[in-house]
C-alpha cells in the first residue's frame, strides 16, 4: 500500500473555528490533491499541489486553504467552518509519467469532518 | 475541457450476473485511463488501467478495453459476487489538458443481492 495518512480521521467542530486537516506522504510524489466527497456529487478537487509551495485551486475551493512547505506534506485549512463543509475529505498522491500525463492516484483513507 | 461520463446509478444485480458499467469520456490528447473502486468507508483504490488503445485492463475478474474509436472504457465482470457491491469510478488522464489533474467521473454504486 501507498504510504499516504490523513489525520485526524474524524473530528468534530463548531461553526466558525478555524480547522487544519493533514496528509502526509512518504512515496516522494509531486502532486498532492485535497478532494471532498459528498453524496451525489461524487469527488469534487478543493485544491491541489504540483510542487513545494505550488498549489492552485480546484473546483470547489471557497473556503479552503492549502499549504505545502515539504513534499510530503499537504495541509487543508477551512477558515471559518461552515455546516455545508460537513464532508468527508480525501487526500490523494500521483505521480507523473512524463508525456502520457499522470500515472494512477493513491488515496488516503479520508476523514470524515462534521460542523455543528 | 477533458471529461469522463459514467453510467447512474445505483445497478443492482444478483449474486453471478453479469456485469457492464459503462464509461465515455472526450479528451484532447491521448489519455491513460483508469477505474477506481470505493468499498464503504474506505478510499478509493486502483482497480485496473490502461494507457494506449486496445489495451485491456484486468484484475480481480474486472476487465476493461481502451477503445478508441468509440472513446469507451467499459467495465466488466462476468460473474459478480457480493463483495464487489461498491462504488467504482472511471477517471483519466490527459497530459496535453492538464499535466496536474486526474479527470473523474461521477462515480456508480453497485449493489450486488445474494
Known amino acids: 500500500d501507498a504510504g499516504i495518512t490523513q489525520s485526524p480521521r474524524h473530528k468534530v467542530t463548531e461553526t466558525g473555528t478555524p480547522v487544519t486537516l493533514r496528509c502526509h506522504q512518504t512515496?516522494?510524489?509531486?502532486?498532492m490533491y485535497w478532494y471532498r466527497q459528498d453524496p451525489g456529487h461524487g469527488l469534487r478537487l478543493i485544491h491541489y499541489?504540483?510542487?513545494?509551495?505550488?498549489?492552485d485551486k480546484g473546483e470547489v475551493s471557497d473556503g479552503y486553504s492549502v499549504s505545502r512547505s515539504k513534499t510530503e506534506d499537504f495541509l487543508l485549512t477551512l477558515e471559518s467552518a461552515t455546516s455545508s463543509q460537513t464532508s468527508v475529505y480525501f487526500c490523494?498522491?500521483?505521480?507523473?509519467?512524463?508525456?502520457?500525463?499522470?500515472?494512477?492516484?493513491?488515496f488516503g483513507q479520508g476523514t470524515r469532518l462534521t460542523v455543528v | 475541457g477533458d471529461s469522463v461520463t459514467q453510467m447512474e446509478g445505483p445497478v443492482t444485480l444478483s449474486e453471478e450476473a453479469f456485469l457492464t458499467i459503462n464509461c465515455t469520456y472526450t479528451?484532447?490528447?491521448?489519455?491513460?485511463l483508469f477505474w477506481y473502486v470505493q468499498y464503504p468507508g474506505e478510499g478509493l483504490q486502483l482497480l485496473l488501467k490502461a494507457t494506449k488503445a486496445d489495451d485491456k485492463g484486468s484484475n480481480k475478474g474486472f476487465e476493461a478495453t481502451y477503445r478508441k474509436e468509440t472513446t469507451s472504457f467499459h467495465l466488466e465482470k462476468g460473474s459478480v459476487q457480493v463483495s464487489d457491491s461498491a462504488v467504482y469510478f472511471c477517471a483519466l488522464s490527459d497530459s496535453t489538458y492538464s499535466n496536474y489533474q486526474l479527470i473523474w467521473g461521477a462515480g456508480t454504486k453497485l449493489i450486488i443481492k445474494p
Open positions: 512515496e516522494n510524489h509531486r502532486y
Open positions: 490523494a498522491i500521483s505521480a507523473s509519467t512524463g508525456v502520457r500525463g499522470l500515472g494512477e492516484a493513491f
Open positions: 499541489s504540483y510542487g513545494v509551495k505550488d498549489t
Open positions: 479528451a484532447t490528447g491521448y489519455p491513460s
